[in-house]
């Protein structure tokens, strides 16, 4: 059974950064897009960052553009986000979600659907 598994959430202060990791079972992640995610109480999923297959082209939301990196770990199939300086407002859960349809080119953007999601993760930012 495919499995994604999210881990390194929790309670942070603002201005702290975390660094958030989604695990696959079974399958290569290089092999598929990966995004991450995140939903607040009252507002609606947001794409947050999400790296090409086989590549290194990336996209992040204007939320967290210049605060975030994602990246690839292959030999922990693994893929990582990053976020630095947290805000109180990047407050949510954060799912990563993983599909095996090949970029093929042009602006990168996350897709609108993944076949494939973890659970979640809650990050909570406060002091």
């Known amino acids: 059974q495919v499995q994604l598994v999210e881990s390194g959430g929790g309670l942070v202060q603002p201005g702290d950064s975390l660094r958030l990791s989604c695990t696959a079972s079974?399958?290569?992640?290089?092999?598929?897009?990966v995004g991450w995610f995140r939903r607040a109480p009252g507002k609606s999923r947001e794409g947050v960052s999400c790296?090409?297959?086989?590549?290194?082209?990336?996209y992040y939301a204007d939320s967290v553009k210049g605060r975030a990196t994602i990246s690839r770990d292959s030999a922990n199939n693994t893929v990582y986000l990053q976020i630095r300086s947290l805000k109180p407002e990047d407050s949510a859960r954060y799912y990563c979600?993983?599909?095996?349809?090949?970029?093929?080119?042009?602006?990168?953007?996350?897709?609108?659907?993944?076949?494939?999601w973890g659970e979640g993760i809650q990050v909570t930012v406060s002091s």
């Open positions: 979600g993983a599909h095996p349809a090949p970029f093929v080119g042009g602006d990168y953007h996350c897709l609108p659907f993944y076949d494939y």
């Open positions: 790296i090409a297959d086989r590549h290194t082209i990336t």
């Open positions: 079974i399958f290569n992640m290089d092999y598929y897009q």
